[in-house]
């Protein structure tokens, strides 16, 4: 693009505003990019404008993602992708152990489901009774889809966490109140800050207080094998540990 010497801003009115980021308001001096000036006669007469928004944002540009990057990125997606909705599977599979011909499955073993949940699968009391909880909706939310011959897939939870703010309401009132979030939301849009505020006011609209579960207390057997974990982490320091030890695993038989 050319220019004459004679050039001054008020020419530059029918150029695009891009082409003219150098231009010096109100002077006949034009900037150049190391911020020397030059006036209309040292004006060269085959003048290259640049655009000076491009170079600001070469400074915060994103980086670009290369093939191996996006793989490497879409792996890890699927697997959380992958373990969320495991979450909803691993729910329902608790709660149908939980409830299998009166708890057999776990009676077979255990004195009590959290025993069973804390030996076999390392979860802690609150959590399994939760996700039994959680897996005892998801049955409810199918059933009635089944009795409606709806899919599933439309208004079924993709994560167990977003059925947790549910667990305050009645066990009546728990998919009812599953099926007015998802009237008004989808379910890939929502989370479990949404759904404990969507449930806050399902509540209050029907007049039904919300209520804690109760939690169970923990069993004598679980209570005495906390103490023996105590107990070997208070003697591994004396000289005759390997003996208490031995004991200590024999009580722990005891228990078993």
């Known amino acids: 693009m050319k220019y004459s010497p004679e050039t001054s801003t008020s020419d530059t009115a029918h150029l695009p505003q891009p082409e003219t980021i150098f231009m010096e308001p109100n002077t006949n001096l034009l900037t150049t990019p190391s911020g020397s000036h030059l006036n209309a006669a040292q004006t060269p007469t085959n003048l290259t404008v640049v655009d000076d928004r491009s170079r600001r944002s070469d400074t915060s540009a994103k980086p670009v993602l290369t093939a191996e990057d996006r793989d490497y990125l879409a792996t890890r997606v699927r697997r959380i992708t992958g ?3 495991a979450s909803i599977a691993a729910a329902k599979d608790f709660y149908e152990i939980s409830i299998y011909k009166d708890g057999l499955l776990w009676k077979a073993t255990h004195d009590s489901f959290a025993d069973y949940c804390l ?8 959590h399994s009774y939760r996700l039994v909880a959680s897996g005892e909706i998801i049955h409810e939310l199918e059933s009635r889809a089944a009795e409606n011959k709806l899919s599933k ?3 079924m939870p993709i994560s167990e966490t977003h059925l947790r703010p549910l667990q305050k309401l009645r066990r009546d009132r728990r998919a009812d109140c599953w099926s007015a979030i998802v009237a ?4 890939e849009d929502l989370t479990e800050k949404l759904v404990a505020a969507q449930t806050a006011t399902y509540a209050a609209s029907i007049g039904t207080p919300i209520t804690l579960p109760k939690a169970e207390p923990p069993s004598a057997t679980v209570k005495a094998k906390a103490c023996l974990e105590k107990l070997r982490t208070a003697i591994e320091v004396l000289p005759v540990a390997a003996a208490i030890e031995e004991l200590l695993t024999r009580v722990e038989a005891l228990l078993a």
């Not at 008004?184 to 379910?187: A, E, G, I, L």
């Open 83 to 85: 373990s969320i909705k």
């Open 119 to 126: 030996d076999r699968w390392g979860y802690a009391k609150a």
């Open 153 to 155: 897939g439309d208004q």
């Open 184 to 187: 008004d939301n989808k379910p």
